[in-house]
């Protein structure tokens, strides 16, 4: 092994991402063409460029190049195959998602251009920044799932959220969108500060970077009964440093402030993205532990606990927060702190109760029910902005039947109402819990699920049973087609996916093997 | 059982310790060494001939954060440069990790370059 | 009937699951089963898309679910032994764990048929295409609105309801029963537009989800034990086979195992509308009535009765769990019946009787006569849905009267004789008047209630037997015969449009005393073709099940359901219930005539007379004893039962729906608010917030976790 290079090996397997970069390249430079069917085209650049990356993921993994070097090689990661289901469900949601936000970028700036009132000046166009940015921050959460080093894990993550902080601040003209992205940094720096920080003292407790080989520094001081107390705490701090990207608690403070300033397909794209990095980034850190600590979970004690009480915690206060709001973007954001809440006990159940594949699958699940719901916010508008509160949804089916179902359909698959596919990942994840003997913790889940109800269904009956309010009268189309067929994709994927549930299920267990993720090295303290 | 020798932090400790006892001891020997004259000239805040008249939140043109910003771009990749040419030499010729090195230095001189046109076409370089 | 039965399980309560042993693979055209209500949803999709305002969805839903009745005969007449019927890959998942045992989570899309399985389908699909058959009449008016959606609904609950009777494993039995939730959700709140529809729409809704919570606890709780969801495989590993194969110790699994039935209770309690989750059932009827006929009272209602049925054996985990299921079925009956009296509305009392009756088949299904619970559901289910129609043609006719004061001598009216006899045969099957159907299948719950020597049970299900007769008697009395008269309801079509939907409310409350608006009809139109041919199919059905005893316990004895109990054999029925249980229907029916028919008019004018002349309130008893009699009547029964019932109704609304439905509700709020000035915005109170919980969880954990060990390790379940 000694004369090979991981390096070179790994290259391989970020074909994918060079695809996107190479993408961002062209995108950069299309975006400030004065030309404006050149600009206009960068949105199906996006797309292209995620379809190339999905079809070069399958072709990377399951050729037979790939296939040789991970058997010559299975040091390269830590989880290999984790990379194959996230970087293609990341580049699945990232089409749609470039969908929705189809004509939201410099709206005012191109109907400007376009009506002659100003000439096109690249210095205040954003649209070629944005779209770049897009595809970078997927890029990030890509190589997430090949990290096999602490640097390599910061960066990835950092390239996860770095863009996103100017894709608030750009995404819409008002103030508010920079009040949002200027919180967001600021918040996000100390998060990555303390996580940071806990990588440090991962480095420190066991002498090295590679995952692989903390993986076994890990299971031999547990061997030897001398399990440095500092890695612990430098594991829990490196969680809750990352617990910021997915928005749980005590990091998720941020979240309805920024969600609600930011433009809709972007806060659909926050939903997802940093979640999904977040997620397998902890997955990966906590691997490095061997999943052999708790009898049933695999944990060690501390960090079984404090991803108890994130996890409690977590979906509490997002529900009880979205409870008492009217603005949507406000109650999906509060719920996309929830569904954190939900996918920590997949966590804490482990690989040996399928939990960490529950958890892969409900990214995925989340992913597209989440942007079903907010396409439908970015497809309607009134007089160029975007709606905001539940009265402008009242009685949305009188003048806009779809998008009435898409959001009714959304909601109750994110509430997990049989039979949509919100309901069997979550199935799927209680299930993981119950095996895992977290009872209480699937408990606590289920009335947090019954506590959702009361918003969720506020979204299922308002736009279909409620009458129209003066409101929602006003409320017309947007000009541009893509955000309602991105919505109409989704939603009919909420309905239709659970047909192909085996499938999508193996799939996500596949994610996960070899199952020898353990060390069978127990970590007892 | 947790292990925790605290006494390899002890250099760690005594780094921070001096940390701390070199910026008081510094300000306090200014304080107590320095010469102290006071007067018209002296007792304002640049005394090296610039005149602070009007407010200090003076607006610039953002042009020149801009420019500043792009100089720090090339700046910075030559500060990468340096250490790299000068380890590159050390490798053995025609070898993976030479190539990898290579590959390397060619994907971020890439990412300057393209830097450049961006910043180029974004119109970073019009002065009017 | 034991003879076909060769297992037991061992002592006490006893079930035998010998169908289940044996599997065969069956035809893949059962599929048929599902897809085509499923089609039918779809079709109905398109006609509303495509804006089709004609009678076309009416007509595909009820072709659709006749084939399927069809593919059911089919399938009951190639039905040899219990069959398993593969449709859709699912979920099948196999893993090794880290200690290298396997685990296994299978749950296909399959039917598991049994003759249990084929008795519910034949009813459910028989009812559900007649109903859809009377609904394409009743639902004309709404031709030109909501008539694709409702017709949509209908098929979306088939479909669930299929789901939910020939899954086989648990949790397609789930999907059912949440589908069927839905499918009620969004017929009750059909008229959508009147806020009262919407409220029980919610009601019964949210009331489900506490049984569904139950049921889905139940379910976990069954996997977790036994490690598998399926009834039974073909490897032999379903829970039946586990359970009939003695291998399992009821000890081993301590309280998780033991709870599994009073779960699954809770989920049937729900769904089958008994104490004390019965409240959204007579707020449903806010629904059209046929979705009242077919969701309400035939088919869906009957599902928690099915569940325990189908669950008979996992029902034995806990001793005290039959009995109670029994003594709350009993509880349920009696206070159902009470109330039921004290009701004006047809609809409504049709509401309480049928949560009542599933009170006596929850007492059959306590007392292990899987049989005579099955035998009354079958009866029931073709009474029930004569009475519902026949109240249904009447709200028709009568511009939405429902009011039993308003209307009377329906029978002597041109056009409605076939309402009025039809509704006399649903009237007496419910009555339980001797030789009708639901006399047979009530006194096979009654006999078993004393054969197991639960006479306390047995009285209190006699007397509710007697209230039951006389409620009957009073609706059809007071509607069907004596003189001719009636009063319009104010509403066109009895429920409310967009036209004039603010006082769309006559569905349940007395039409206001001022005359009726003038552009209301003022003639009752007397029912035509398909609600006439459909009451009388239905009716001859109610007639023929009175002979279906046998058949019942057939397919009851050969399924999971069947019971291997001493008691259960005839021998052991005490002879004089059925005597006894024809008298006191015929009493209840007496005295309903009496109060209600014979002498409701002549009670008015001597009680003017006895108001004229303040002497004749001196008379002697003897004299009088016929108006003490309605004098007593009215201050000794019905005022305290009014009291009683109307006390239970302001509990129902006051202590159950404010304290607990609302008050349930309001506190995540109140906590939602309490926590609200954390979240207020300003950057550097979240930066502090943030760091402050960081902090916490690090000291959390470093400092105080060795003092908390031996109770965090109670908490995480046994772990640590």
């Known amino acids: 092994m000694a004369d090979r290079l991981p390096m070179v090996d790994k290259l391989w397997f970020i074909l994918p991402e060079v695809a996107l970069f190479l993408g961002v390249v062209v995108i950069f430079i299309m975006g400030l063409s004065h030309s404006k069917r050149v600009r206009d085209m960068l949105p199906m650049i996006t797309c292209l460029s995620l379809a190339v990356a999905f079809g070069l993921t399958w072709w990377v993994y399951e050729g037979s190049r790939g296939q040789t070097l991970l058997s010559v090689n299975p040091n390269l990661m830590l989880m290999p195959m984790v990379g194959k289901y996230v970087k293609m469900s990341a580049c699945a949601i990232g089409i749609i998602l470039a969908m929705v936000s189809v004509g939201s970028v410099d709206r005012r700036l191109e109907a400007a251009v376009a009506a002659g009132h100003l000439p096109f000046d690249p210095i205040r166009a954003n649209r070629g920044e944005f779209y770049a940015f897009f595809l970078l921050s997927l890029m990030g959460v890509m190589l997430t799932c090949n990290a096999n080093d602490l640097i390599w894990l910061f960066l990835a993550l950092e390239l996860t959220s770095l863009p996103t902080y100017i894709m608030v601040a750009i995404s819409r003209p008002p103030r508010v969108a920079q009040e949002a992205a200027v919180k967001y940094f600021f918040l996000g720096a100390m998060a990555t500060a303390i996580f940071l920080y806990g990588f440090a003292l991962l480095y420190g407790s066991t002498g090295t970077m590679i995952l692989t080989e903390m993986q076994r520094a890990f299971a031999a001081q547990a061997k030897a009964d001398v399990v440095n107390s500092f890695g612990i705490i430098g594991m829990i701090l490196a969680m809750l440093g990352i617990c910021f990207k997915i928005a749980a608690a005590p990091m998720h403070f941020y979240a309805a402030d920024v969600y609600e300033g930011a433009a809709a397909p972007v806060t659909a794209f926050l939903a997802f993205v940093p979640k999904t990095a977040g997620m397998v980034a902890i997955i990966l850190l906590l691997t490095t532990l061997g999943w052999s600590g708790h009898p049933s979970t695999g944990l060690p004690e501390p960090i079984m606990t404090t991803l108890w009480m994130i996890a409690v915690l977590t979906m509490t206060l997002g529900n009880l927060g979205a409870l008492l709001q009217r603005s949507v973007k406000r109650i999906l954001a509060y719920s996309s702190i929830a569904h954190s809440g939900y996918m920590l006990i997949g966590v804490i159940a482990g690989p040996a109760n399928n939990g960490i594949n529950a958890v892969l699958f409900y990214l995925l699940v989340y992913g597209i029910m989440n942007t079903a719901a907010f396409a439908v916010l970015a497809a309607l508008e009134r007089r160029g902005q975007e709606i905001e509160t539940m009265e402008d949804l009242a009685g949305l089916r009188i003048k806009h039947p779809g998008m009435a179902v898409v959001m009714a359909i959304a909601s109750g698959s994110l509430l997990g109402v049989p039979p949509l596919l919100g309901f069997f990942a979550k199935l799927y994840l209680f299930i993981a819990g119950i095996q895992a003997g977290q009872i209480v913790l699937v408990v606590i889940a289920g009335l947090n699920t019954a506590i959702s109800a009361w918003y969720y269904l506020g979204l299922v009956t308002l736009p279909i049973m409620a009458k129209p309010s003066a409101q929602s009268e006003t409320i017309v189309r947007s000009p541009f087609p893509w955000p309602r067929i991105a919505g109409i994709v989704t939603a009919v994927a909420v309905v239709v996916l659970p047909l192909f549930l085996g499938p999508l299920i193996r799939a996500s267990q596949a994610a996960t093997t070899p199952a020898s993720l353990t060390t069978g090295v127990t970590i007892s303290k | ?128 | 009937m034991t003879e076909a039965v060769q297992l037991s399980l061992g002592s006490g309560w006893l079930a035998a699951v010998d169908a289940a042993r044996s599997v065969i693979a069956g035809p893949s055209w059962a599929g048929w089963i599902l897809w085509l209500p499923l089609i039918s949803l779809v079709l109905c999709g398109v006609c509303a898309a495509l804006k089709i305002h004609t009678k076309l969805p009416a007509w595909i839903t009820v072709g659709s679910l006749a084939i399927s009745f069809v593919v059911i005969v089919a399938l009951y007449m190639s039905y040899r032994q219990p069959m398993e019927i593969p449709l859709l890959d699912w979920f099948n998942l196999n893993w090794r764990s880290n200690d290298g045992q396997a685990g296994s989570f299978v749950a296909g899309f399959a039917f598991y048929v049994d003759k249990l399985t084929l008795l519910w389908m034949l009813f459910v699909t028989g009812l559900g295409t007649l109903i859809a058959l009377y609904a394409s009449e009743y639902m004309e008016p709404d031709v030109k609105r909501g008539y694709a959606r409702f017709f949509a609904g209908i098929s979306v609950f088939l479909f669930a309801m299929s789901c939910l009777v020939l899954a086989d494993n648990l949790v397609m039995l789930y999907l059912g029963w949440e589908g069927v939730g839905f499918a009620s959700y969004w017929l009750i709140g059909y008229y959508y537009t009147r806020p009262s529809a919407v409220a029980a729409a919610k009601k019964a809704f949210i009331v489900n989800r506490i049984g569904d919570l139950g049921l889905a606890l139940g379910i976990w709780l069954i996997y977790y034990n036994f490690g598998t969801v399926e009834y039974a495989n073909a490897q032999g590993t379903g829970l039946f086979q586990i359970l009939a194969s003695g291998s399992y110790k009821h000890e081993a699994g301590g309280w998780s195992i033991q709870a599994i039935p009073f779960l699954l209770m809770l989920g049937a309690f729900g769904k089958s509308a008994q104490i004390p989750l019965y409240v959204w059932l007579p707020d449903a009827m806010e629904g059209p009535t046929p979705v009242s006929a077919l969701i309400h009272a035939a088919t869906m209602v009957t599902a928690g009765v099915y569940l325990l049925a189908r669950m008979l054996p996992v029902m034995e985990l806990h001793p005290a769990a039959l009995p109670t299921v029994a003594w709350i079925g009993g509880l349920t009956a009696l206070l159902a019946a009470t109330i039921g009296m004290a009701q004006y509305d047809i609809k409504r009392i049709w509401a309480y009787s049928t949560v009542s009756q599933l009170g006596f088949m929850f007492v059959g299904v306590g007392v292990l006569t899987t049989y005579g619970a099955a035998f009354h559901v079958f009866t029931h289910a073709f009474f029930k849905a004569v009475l519902f129609l026949t109240g249904g043609a009447v709200m028709h006719g009568f511009a939405g009267q429902l009011d039993i004061r308003k209307i009377s001598g329906l029978r002597h009216m041109p056009g409605w004789q076939i309402t009025a006899w039809t509704m006399l045969v649903g009237c007496l099957c419910l009555a339980g008047f001797p030789l009708s159907s639901g006399f047979f299948s009530k006194d096979e719950i009654l006999a078993q209630v004393f054969a197991v020597h639960r006479p306390w049970l047995g009285f209190m299900l006699l007397f509710t037997a007697l209230l039951t007769a006389y409620y009957t008697f009073r609706v059809w009395f007071r509607v069907c015969a004596g003189p001719v008269s009636y009063e319009m309801g104010e509403e066109h079509h009895g429920h409310g449009d967009d036209h004039h939907h603010g006082k769309a409310d006559t569905g349940h409350k007395a039409p206001p005393r001022h005359a009726p608006p003038a552009h209301v009809a003022h003639q009752p139109h007397p029912p035509r073709f398909a609600i006439n041919f459909v009451l009388v199919v239905i009716t001859v059905g109610a007639i023929i099940s009175t002979f279906s005893g046998s058949w019942v316990m057939d397919k009851v004895s050969h399924s999971s359901a069947a019971v291997l109990h001493a008691a259960d054999s005839h021998e052991h029925h005490p002879g004089w219930v059925p005597w006894l249980a024809g008298t006191i229907a015929v009493a209840g029916i007496v005295v309903a005539w009496h109060f209600h028919l014979a002498s409701r008019k002549s009670a008015d004018a001597l009680r003017a007379r006895l108001l004229a002349n303040p002497l004749t309130r001196w008379l002697p008893t003897a004299m009088e004893n016929k108006w003490y009699v309605d004098e007593f009547y009215e201050w000794m029964i019905v005022t305290p039962l009014w009291i009683f019932a109307h006390a239970l109704y302001l509990f129902d609304r006051y202590v159950i729906d404010l304290l607990f439905v609302d008050g349930v509700a309001r506190l995540p709020k109140w906590m939602g608010r309490s926590f609200q000035p954390l979240q207020n915005g300003v950057l550097q109170s979240y930066a502090v917030l943030m760091a402050g919980g960081v902090g916490l969880a690090i000291l959390l954990v470093v400092v105080l976790m060795p003092h908390l060990r031996p109770w965090l390790i109670g908490f995480f379940g046994g772990g640590g």
Do not use: C
């Open chain 2, 1 to 128: 059982m947790l292990a925790v020798d605290l006494n390899a932090y002890i250099p760690v400790g005594i780094l921070v310790l001096m940390a701390i006892i070199f910026v008081i001891v510094n300000l306090a020997a200014t304080h107590v060494l320095g010469p102290k004259r006071h007067g018209a000239e002296k007792d304002i805040a640049y005394e090296s001939g610039m005149n602070p008249i009007g407010t200090a939140r003076k607006r610039f043109n953002v042009r020149f954060y801009i420019l500043a910003m792009t100089f720090l771009v090339f700046d910075v990749e030559i500060i990468f440069l340096y250490p790299w040419a000068v380890t590159f030499t050390k490798l053995a010729p025609q070898s993976d990790e030479a190539t990898l090195f290579l590959g390397r230095i060619m994907f971020f001189i890439a990412t300057s370059i393209l830097a450049y046109i961006y910043a180029w076409r974004k119109g970073v370089f019009r002065w009017d």
